[in-house]
């Protein structure tokens, strides 16, 4: 690419200039046309609003910037680009193996989940008894392996069954969910 073009920024006319990795992109200036944008458009307005202001956010704390960056850097990303994403999307609970549970107390849960952008800072886990009354919830710890590890503390009554549901939860507080039942 020519040397003068590679340091292009901004815009000249109609086109904007805009460095995106190690390449310089071109595209047409967003024309304004004044009308009132409609419910979908204001509402996805606000969600960037709020990703922005969550990547001001990260950028105040200095360690969660450098975790934020530490990653972007791998990914050939921006640590705001990357806030921001992980601000607008969620994580996903991807899997619940009752396995190990047969219904006693100390016995293990484990959930899988990831978030595409960042990380899973935390994960929950709620049983729940036929009627859906909580019999009991707690955090579930990180393995070494990435999944996540509850450990019982109620024992279901013989013939019981019962639903467990696990929420895991990103940096910006987004949630991801899924339920498993146990017959």
């Given at each position: 690419?020519?040397p003068?073009?590679s340091?292009?920024r901004?815009?000249?006319?109609?086109?904007?200039f805009?460095?995106?990795?190690?390449?310089?992109?071109?595209?047409?200036?967003?024309?304004?046309?004044g009308?009132e944008?409609?419910?979908?458009?204001?509402?996805?307005?606000?969600?960037?609003r709020?990703?922005?202001?969550?990547?001001?956010?990260v950028f105040?704390?200095?360690a969660?910037k450098?975790?934020?960056?530490?990653?972007?850097q791998?990914?050939?990303?921006?640590?705001?680009?990357l806030?921001?994403?992980?601000?607008?999307k969620?994580?996903?609970?991807?899997?619940?193996?009752?396995s190990?549970?047969?219904g006693?107390?100390?016995?293990?849960?484990?959930?899988?989940?990831?978030?595409?952008?960042?990380?899973?800072?935390?994960?929950?886990?709620?049983?729940?008894?036929?009627?859906?009354?909580?019999?009991?919830?707690?955090?579930?710890?990180?393995?070494t392996?990435?999944?996540?590890r509850y450990?019982?503390?109620?024992?279901?009554?013989a013939?019981?069954s019962?639903?467990i549901?696990?929420?895991?939860?990103?940096?910006?507080?987004n949630?991801?969910f899924?339920?498993?039942?146990?017959?």
């Amino acid at each position: 690419m020519n040397p003068v073009v590679s340091r292009l920024r901004g815009k000249i006319g109609d086109l904007v200039f805009r460095q995106y990795k190690d390449k310089v992109v071109v595209g047409l200036r967003a024309l304004v046309d004044g009308s009132e944008p409609t419910p979908s458009q204001r509402s996805q307005r606000e969600r960037f609003r709020l990703a922005t202001a969550y990547g001001k956010w990260v950028f105040a704390d200095p360690a969660l910037k450098a975790a934020y960056a530490k990653v972007a850097q791998a990914r050939g990303q921006t640590t705001f680009g990357l806030a921001m994403a992980d601000f607008l999307k969620g994580p996903a609970v991807d899997g619940i193996d009752l396995s190990a549970y047969t219904g006693r107390a100390g016995q293990k849960i484990t959930v899988t989940a990831h978030d595409e952008d960042f990380e899973v800072a935390t994960v929950a886990v709620v049983i729940r008894d036929g009627s859906h009354a909580v019999l009991e919830q707690g955090a579930a710890a990180q393995q070494t392996d990435g999944s996540w590890r509850y450990t019982t503390t109620t024992a279901l009554a013989a013939g019981q069954s019962a639903v467990i549901e696990a929420t895991a939860v990103d940096r910006p507080g987004n949630k991801g969910f899924r339920c498993a039942h146990r017959r």
